[in-house]
């Protein structure tokens, strides 16, 4: 009995030895320092094995853009807009998730960007993909309006660098947002110097993500390359997802997530969170337009602004501007993108100067059964695809990794039964499940390529500045009343860093913004 009781007293002894070190470690962790809670191995160490994890300090807000605290709100047509025979804009109560958004529309100028970088990676051998990333400048003809000098000037001029692109279409958009989010990665690695600059980029040896990651892409290693904790690697190594150094992709706004940010309902809270209150689970209206719970397009103050345009939009008939002296909105077209007050996220023209395409795939009945949470129509399933050896297939010629569709097979063994195709386009609404197929051509203008774009432009009434109205477009067609702003997924905690998501009651030190 005795000697059991020694031995029972040096196992406690021993364990409590081992969680002493490992608490000790633990209350050390530092840059390059941790320990696993589950294996009591030490973390970013050689002698244990490599394994890596990240000192992260939490998601950068992208420049140019501002954080939007996600939340639920009231979707859809408020009560006292004019009823229309579309019934395409049932209310009906979702969620969206945090993100990050454009303060503006994107600019001539950076679009002008963007199409300098495909001109110098590809114009010598691929000048098609450079005309098809150029916007259709022919969208300012009318056939009773002289409009040349916008056909000629609007996108080149530099006298309208800061107002808004147009004559994009929504695959363009997209294409725009892959380009932005490879360019902001790379700049990203080059300033914390794992890659150096390489202006002479050409065809597929260019920068992407993806390719980086998979070792398809060398560039110019920099000064302070990543050493591989690996025993068995190569002394160093790429940039990973889980170094925390890359940012997520740039894209669309769905519909929700657009109608939200233009709604700026966290101005309508009485007592928003901050450093030294929880903040109120309420919203104490609704708002009609961008600017706040007034049914008023003018602003509102006593003082010299009193009673001018908050948006830029068509007052009436004939009436673009205003008169000589007074103009009402001082834009006779668009507006520089920056015009105009934001409103409580920060963002501005979110009614009026340019419609906006989103991402979503249009339905009159989108609505009717919609997803509760992050609800989107246009799902289109892909991976990378890979060898018989599981790599990944070689890049294409301009420098991308192949995709392909998730075959049924695979989603069927890994997808609850009501996911039957890579292609979501159509579900439960003119798929082949549903009793009506939407025939283009035949008995409607919908397929699967017309997309939704939200928002009033400078040639609209005022009633299409509620961000409660939608109207759809075929994705490959265009307009000079139509541009687009980009998002970004906001990773991890949904109230931008005030605190660690969930709650904790004191336990953890709230972060500092």
């Known amino acids: 009995m005795k000697r059991k009781l020694i031995g029972f007293s040096l196992l406690c002894i021993g364990a409590a030895s081992l969680f002493t070190s490992c608490s000790k470690h633990s209350a050390k962790v530092g840059k390059g320092e941790g320990v696993s809670r589950v294996t009591s191995w030490y973390w970013n160490d050689r002698r244990t094995g490599g394994f890596e994890v990240a000192d992260y300090k ?24 004019m009823p229309t025979l579309d019934n395409n804009s049932f209310r009906r109560t979702v969620s969206v998730s945090s993100f990050y958004m454009d303060e503006t529309e994107i600019a001539n100028v950076s679009y002008r960007e963007y199409v300098y970088w495909m001109t110098r990676v590809y114009g010598s ?4 993909l450079v005309l098809a990333a150029k916007p259709d400048e022919t969208v300012w003809r009318s056939p009773l309006a002289y409009n040349e000098p916008y056909v000629k000037n609007y996108f080149n001029m530099a006298a309208y660098d800061q107002y808004p692109v147009v004559g994009v279409n929504w695959f363009q958009c997209n294409d725009f947002c892959k380009w932005r989010t490879d360019r902001i990665n790379e700049f990203l690695l080059i300033n914390d110097e794992k890659l150096d600059w390489n202006a002479t980029q050409s065809n597929e040896d ?33 940039m990973k997802m889980e170094d925390g150094i890359f940012l997520p992709d740039f894209r669309l706004p769905t519909e929700a997530e657009w109608e939200y940010a233009a709604l700026g309902l966290i101005g309508n809270n009485p007592a928003p969170e901050n450093k030294r209150r929880r ?14 719970p007034k049914n008023t397009t003018r602003y509102g103050m006593r003082n010299r602004y009193q009673g001018e345009f908050e948006g830029n939009f068509m007052r009436g008939q004939g009436d673009a501007m205003g008169v000589a002296g007074g103009l009402n909105d001082n834009a006779d077209i668009t507006s520089p993108v920056n015009s105009y007050l934001p409103n409580h996220f920060g963002l501005y023209n979110m009614a009026g100067n340019v419609s906006e395409w989103v991402m979503d795939t249009y339905r009159p009945s989108s609505h009717q059964d919609v997803n509760e949470f992050r609800p989107f129509r246009g799902n289109n399933f892909k991976s990378y695809v890979v060898q018989e050896d599981y790599t990944y297939e070689e890049k294409d010629s301009l420098g991308h990794l192949l995709e392909a569709p998730v075959s049924a097979n695979r989603l069927n063994a890994t997808r609850p039964y ?21 025939k283009y051509g035949e008995n409607t203008l919908i397929n699967d390529s017309t997309k939704v774009y939200k928002g009033g432009s400078w040639a609209d009434r005022a009633y ?21 702003r980009c998002v970004m997924d906001r990773l991890g905690s949904p109230d931008g860093d005030f605190q660690p998501g969930g709650n904790n009651f004191g336990a953890q030190k709230k972060h500092k913004r």
């Open 206 to 238: 260019n920068f992407n993500t993806m390719t980086y990651q998979v070792g398809q892409y060398e560039g110019t290693v920099g000064h302070r390359p990543k050493t591989d904790l690996d025993p068995n690697g190569q002394g160093h190594r790429v």
């Open 418 to 438: 009501d996911v039957r195709s890579s292609d979501l386009a159509s579900y439960r609404d003119g798929d082949t499940l549903s009793n009506y197929q939407y």
């Open 279 to 292: 903040g109120e689970e309420v919203v104490t209206d609704r708002n009609t337009l961008p600017w706040g």
């Open 464 to 484: 299409w500045l509620s961000p409660g109205t939608r109207r759809f477009m075929q994705g490959n067609l265009s307009s000079c009343t139509v541009g687009f």
């Open 125 to 128: 051998d691929y000048m098609d």
């Open 58 to 81: 939490g998601q950068q807000t992208p420049f140019g853009m501002t954080f939007v605290m996600g939340g639920r709100f009231t979707m859809g047509a408020v009560d006292d807009e």
